[in-house]
């Protein structure tokens, strides 16, 4: 039986994984698929203590992250498209200031 314990290992590695890529990374879609890791990592470990505890909040909780998700990949995705539009290219080392 999986335990509350491999929720939340792979939750943990989800979350570093995410965040190793959140640093490393110099694209810009990269990045936000980076910040989608690190999101579905807390959303893993919501359910799974949600799931322990046999409350309903957690999942709440999950479906609200969801829905904030959703708009930060909307507004990420289209400001991406702007800038690659203006610059032609989706490194963040090259768009290190705003002045077109």
């Keep these: 039986m999986i335990s509350l ?3 939340l290992t792979v939750s943990a590695l989800l979350f570093a994984l995410g965040l190793a890529g959140l640093l490393v990374r110099r694209n810009m879609l990269m990045i ?3 910040i ?3 999101l579905n990592a807390a959303n893993l470990s919501f359910v799974a203590f949600s799931s322990y505890w046999g409350d309903l909040s957690g999942q ?6 969801m829905l904030v ?4 990949v909307t507004v990420g995705l289209s400001i991406a498209v ?12 090259e768009l290190e200031t705003l002045k077109w």
Excluded at 60 to 65: G, S
């Design 5 to 7: 314990h491999h929720y």
């Design 32 to 34: 936000l698929l980076s």
């Design 36 to 38: 989608e890791l690190i």
């Design 60 to 65: 709440a909780v999950v479906f609200f992250t």
């Design 69 to 72: 998700a959703a708009a930060e």
């Design 82 to 93: 702007l800038l690659y539009r203006k610059k032609d290219t989706t490194d963040t080392r």
